[in-house]
């Protein structure tokens, strides 16, 4: 048996969106489900985002703590980001991301994994990235403002952020996911297995 998911899309009787926001929006569809009955379901409809695991020569990941406000808490993150465009390119937006929030450009792009962070009420879709080789980007830094200018910045050993995690000291979705599977990629030696940057990435297409 192969544990893999599989696309499906069980048929929609009538939907609306009763709310559209800035970046995303809440639709409500009637879903026929298997017994015949049918379902309302509500979910935000969301672009999707990248988000890079930066990890320099001292093997240490790049992070970010800031201020979110559903949660009402200063979260550690990596660096992370709409994709604004619609069919834009992922590596190009996570190397605009790396660059924006932290200053930083890297050499070496690997596709850590790809995750739906809440499907049960949200499409939002996250390539997760591998980022080495890091560098100061050139030129100067990207301006930021709202929660994005009260930003902190820390390079923490991967082993301490594992710690952290399993601790339940750390809560953010990407951070959780990127760390652990950076963790179970080299405990499993197998970096260099990890698909290359522009690997196919079905639940968001994109061109080349």
């Known amino acids: 048996m192969q544990v ?4 499906e899309e069980w048929r929609i ?18 879903v026929v489900m298997p017994d015949g009955r049918v379902a309302r379901r509500d979910y935000q409809v969301h672009p999707g985002s990248v988000a ?3 990890l320099d020569e001292q093997d240490r990941v790049l992070l970010l703590k ?19 465009v619609p069919g834009e ?17 890297a050499e070496d792009w690997r596709v850590l994994t790809d995750v739906y962070t809440t499907p049960g009420g949200c499409d939002e879709a996250v390539r997760i990235f591998l980022a080495r080789g890091l560098s100061e980007a ?3 830094r990207f301006e930021v403002s709202e929660e994005e200018a009260d930003m902190e910045y820390a390079r923490v050993p991967l082993a301490e952020l594992v710690r952290g995690v399993l601790a339940g000291e750390l809560h953010n979705n990407c951070l959780v996911v990127g760390v652990l599977s950076l963790a179970a990629a080299r405990a499993a030696d197998a970096l260099d297995t990890l698909r290359p940057a522009d690997a ?9």
């Open 13 to 30: 009787t009538a939907t609306a969106t009763p709310f559209t926001g800035n970046k995303t929006s809440v639709r409500t569809d009637d």
């Open 138 to 140: 050139d030129g100067e």
């Open 200 to 208: 196919p990435w079905p639940a968001r297409p994109f061109e080349a």
């Open 89 to 105: 390119n992922p590596l190009h937006a996570a190397q605009r991301e790396l660059y924006e929030e932290a200053h930083v450009k």
């Open 66 to 84: 800031q201020y979110r406000h559903p949660v009402r808490q200063k979260l550690w993150e990596i660096p992370a980001g709409l994709l604004d």
């Open 52 to 54: 890079v695991l930066a």
């Open 4 to 7: 893999q998911d599989t696309p």
